[in-house]
């Protein structure tokens, strides 16, 4: 087999270890050597960066062990490597275990884990309470994954691009418990697992994980052993499902951490883990043919009870632009349809409407254009995004977009669909608010700080919104979309689920669990 080897190492504050780990190192073993720092607090980048033969690479954000490890993993398969080693530069573990467990891999082995047990139970430097409890963990996860690993919770690995093809391990925790997740993915697809002996070096306070974070661990690993017996059972979680299609994120312009979540028809949502916010990918060639002309404007009675809801939409919304610019001002509304919340205003605004090239629209003072090549010659007090982000690509972008076009102490409002709500959990792929593909982007709370904070902006406000108007309408079509999968059902039927969506609205908002959300954010 023609190996081609990759030396992995996530790194965080690990500036005091680094130059004496790296001294120690075999280099003339690997073909690459790939150091992620994951945003320390220390200058480890700085240091790294000086280094000759290694590659150093930073997180976009701080993301914990299981992040950084998957990038560190998603950059090796970027660079053609077979056999993947996995080294921490904090100095715990020596390098022993590198020559025996390649020679595992030669034999046909696909995952290989360092043992610090070896024969002798005493491990150097370790706390006294960790051993007998790290045994007891090891013999329950043994006989529940039918594996024979002499030391499941421990940090040094060798995978093979046939393991990491076959799990979906981009789905797994961020945090330390990816280690256990890719062990359970590798024993469900009988992974041939090696064990070799590995010498360690535990001192000063570090000395491992905390009893705390220990505990938090523990509690975890049972859960992915309860998700690993169901799976066994048939009943498969995301975890052991065969890994998906990979696809970059439009924020972070990676793919490091993003998994596929949901597919509907030919349309697929991925999860970027870095950003927190979902994309639809393939966008369609022809987005135009998705929006007929009755997407912009209202016929018959469907219509009559369209404009009604919308007139309740643009109250909410001058309720919020009026708290936060009382004495009015220059309003830029992206996505504006027909204009319609512009119209709302009282003659203390002057809005500008945006709506994309191809809108239907019969109001021609709206400008219709790209938004991110649009060159306007003045700015405004505030930016609106009224349920029109989640419909671009790279919303990031769009958001960079609109800040110089801020006055300074400016606003951008931004009204979404929430990705994570109750609502959109519970329906899965048949939540209404999914509206694939004519939605790209499934924003969550989160993922929207994060990129509104990426940008500049400085977050004031971000709220999950009673919306009495449109949120029973998510709840109903959901359900309908539900029973329209099995076969036609009268209408008639439904007419319960209005009130049932009124009220699961109301319940939804007093948890802050309502399927709208708002979020205000302010420039400096
Ligand atoms: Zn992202």
Redesign the pocket.
Known sequence: MNQKIVLILPAYNAAKTLIPFLKALPKYLFGAIILVDDCSSDNTYQIAKKQKGLLVYRTPRNLGYGGNLKMCLGLALDRGANVIIELHPDGEYKMDGIIPGLAKIKKGSDFVLGNRFKGNSKIAGMFWWKHPFIKLLTAIDNLILGTNIKDIHQGFRIYTRDLLNAVNFRTNSNNYLFSFEIIAQAAFKHTPIANVPISTFYKGKKRGASFKASIIYSLGTFKVLALFILAKLGLISRLFRKQGKVSQ?P??KSHYLVEQRLSISKFNIFF?K??L?GFTRPIPENMEVYYPPTYWYYVGWIGYIRKITFEFFQKRRKKWIEEYLPEGGDILDVGSGEGNFGKSLNGHFRVINIEAPFAKLRNQEVIRTDFLKWRPNQKFDAVCFWESLEHLDSPQDYLEKAYPLLKKGGFIFIEYPRYESFESKFFGKYWLHLDIPRHLSHLTEKGLKILVNRVGLTCLEETSILSLDYGPAGFIMSAINIFRSVGFIPLLIFSPLILIGFILQMVLSVFGESPIGLIVSKRK
Do not use: T
């Open positions: 994120c924020n972070c970027c870095i950003c916010n």
